[in-house]
Structures are given as C-alpha cells and as structure tokens.
C-alpha cells in the first residue's frame, strides 16, 4: 500500500502486556505518522514525528502511549499496560517535504484478550 | 475541535450508476484529500486539492475544492464493482503535507447485484 511498511498486521495481547507497533516510511519519507480507528470510525490522529523528533502529540493519550521515530530504524509506537479500550487499527502514514500528501501502511489490528 | 461530516453515510447503488457525496467541515481547510479503504486494509489516496474552486479529475473520480474552504466533494462515473469500499475525506490547515489530518466519518458505498 504505497510502501509504508508496518507490521505486524495483527497483534494480540492481554491486559496489562506491552504493545510495540512498529512503522517503516516509504523510501525518502521522512515524516511519521500514527493514527488510530475504531471499527466504523474514521481515523483518528494521534501523534507526528520526524527523525528524533516529535512535532505534534496533540492525540496521543496522556498516559500509557509514547511514540519515537529514531535516526535508523523504524518508528515505535508503544502502548504499556494495555486495557480493552485500546482494541483498535492503527494505521501509519509518512509524507516527504512540501505539499507531498501522506500515503497509509495496511495498520497493524490490536486485539486485547 | 475540528470536525468532518460527510453524507451520505451510506449508500447502495447499481452498477453503472453515478455516485455523488460531500463532506463539510465547521472551520477552513486549505488542504482536502480524498482517501478510499478496502476491508482489512489502509487509507489509499485518490485525489489531493490545494486550491479553493479547484476541480480536479482521477479517471471516473472527479473532486472539487469548495469555495468557502469548508466543503468538498467527491462524483464517481459510471461504478463499477471495484468501486465498493469506504471513501473518506480527509482537511489539512496548510498547503503543505507535514501536519495532521482531520478525517470525516466516512460514505460506504455498496453495489448491489
């Protein structure tokens, strides 16, 4: 799906295990993106990150999630501690410079038991 | 916050038939995206607009730009079976890729046979 790469499709966990989700750019991407769906929602944002950076955290929960996007290696998105409510797709999109539009991996379905 | 709403929210067409559906916003855009999701899968792009009164053509789509920065929409041509899937419209404040974007609650569209 345009080349952003993320994996894996589908995860499971129990309440209260850690969460990793893990976001590959597409080639020359160097804008990061997370976004969360509930099923017949529209997709919600949640956090924007360059390289080392994070630009806008705005819609990421305050507690339990945290994001990075290091110089080498895919960007993370970590949930700690999960609950039921955290049941969602979350998808990463990666833009380039300028008036480049964001292009979405196929999402990662996180199932809580 | 900003907020998306796009209708129908649903519709059930035949094939062969035009399909026409808008999404309207409570504040401005400088950016609308039009985006299509399949089940199990991500967001994929169909067509991106920078300029108010813009009208721009993907093969059977046609979008346009309102106006007043606050609406778009979205015609598709003669459908067809592959047109089935979720369409979202999606507004970015600025003209350039690197900042979140607001989707709206989405128009499913059905074939029937």
């Known amino acids: 799906n345009a080349g952003v790469m993320q994996n894996p499709r589908h995860l499971v966990r129990r309440r209260g295990q850690e969460a990793r989700l893990r976001c590959s750019p597409m080639k020359g991407h160097s804008h990061v993106y997370w976004y969360r769906q509930l099923p017949e929602e529209g997709l919600k944002f949640m956090v924007y990150?360059?390289?080392?950076?994070?630009?806008?955290e705005s819609g990421m929960p305050k507690e339990r999630f945290s994001a990075e996007f290091p110089k080498e290696g895919p960007s993370i998105l970590r949930i700690q501690q999960v609950v039921r409510g955290d049941s969602a797709a979350y998808f990463c999109?990666?833009?380039?410079?300028?008036?480049?539009?964001?292009?979405f991996g196929d999402g990662t379905r996180l199932s809580i038991l | 916050g900003q907020q998306l709403n796009q209708s129908p929210q649903s519709m059930f067409i035949q094939e062969g038939e035009d399909v026409s559906m808008n999404c309207t916003s409570s504040?401005?855009?400088?950016?609308w995206l039009w985006y299509k999701q399949d089940p199990g899968e991500g967001p994929v792009l169909l067509i991106a607009?920078?300029?108010?009164?813009e009208l721009t053509s993907n093969g059977r789509l046609t979008a346009q730009f309102g106006i007043t920065r606050k609406d778009s929409f979205l015609n598709i041509s003669a459908s067809i079976p592959s047109d089935v899937g979720i369409y979202f419209c999606?507004?970015?404040?600025?003209?350039?890729?690197?900042?979140?974007?607001?989707f709206g609650t989405g128009t499913r569209l059905t074939i029937i046979p």
């Open positions: 999109a990666s833009s380039g410079t300028g008036d480049q539009p964001q292009h």
């Open positions: 607009l920078y300029k108010a009164g």
């Open positions: 999606a507004g970015q404040s600025t003209n350039f890729g690197n900042e979140k974007l607001t």
């Open positions: 504040s401005i855009f400088n950016t």
């Open positions: 990150l360059q390289k080392e950076n994070i630009i806008d």
